[in-house]
Nanobody, 124 residues
Framework: QVQLVESGGGLVQAGGSLRLSCAAS????????MAWFRQAPGKEREFVAA????????DFADSVKGRFTISRDVARNTLYLQMNSLKPEDTAVYYC?????????????????WGQGTQVTVSS
């Protein structure tokens, strides 16, 4: 059974940092483009960042460019999101996701695998 499990969320003051992890099991995601999304209360889920399976290309939402970085550890089958200079508007549940198929299009779409999410709360 394929599982994506996020961790690393929590409460942090504005200007602080957090690193989210997404541990995958049940399948190697080495050849999958991966992404992070977030959903704030009362808002639709939005794209945050993506990384190509080869690791050589990334994409970010304008709202997080220059503050967030995405990376992966293939050996650990784990995806990361380093979040710096956090703002109250970054408060949301953060989800990692992978498309249904390996390799896939860029930017990735048709996400078939989702984690359960981890809460990030940024206080002002």
């Amino acid at each position: 059974q394929v599982q994506l499990v996020e961790s690393g969320g929590g409460l942090v003051q504005a200007g602080g940092s957090l690193r989210l992890s997404c541990a995958a099991s049940g399948r190697s995601f080495e050849r999958y483009n991966m992404a992070w999304f977030r959903q704030a209360p009362g808002k639709e889920r939005e794209f945050v960042a993506a990384i190509k399976w080869s690791g050589g290309r990334t994409d970010f939402a304008d709202s997080v460019k220059g503050r967030f970085t995405i990376s992966r550890d293939v050996a650990r089958n784990t995806l990361y999101l380093q979040m710096n200079s956090l703002k109250p508007e970054d408060t949301a549940v953060y989800y990692c996701a992978a498309p249904q198929s390996a390799y896939g299009s860029w930017p990735p779409r048709d996400f078939g695998f989702w984690g359960q999410g981890t809460q990030v709360t940024v206080s002002s």
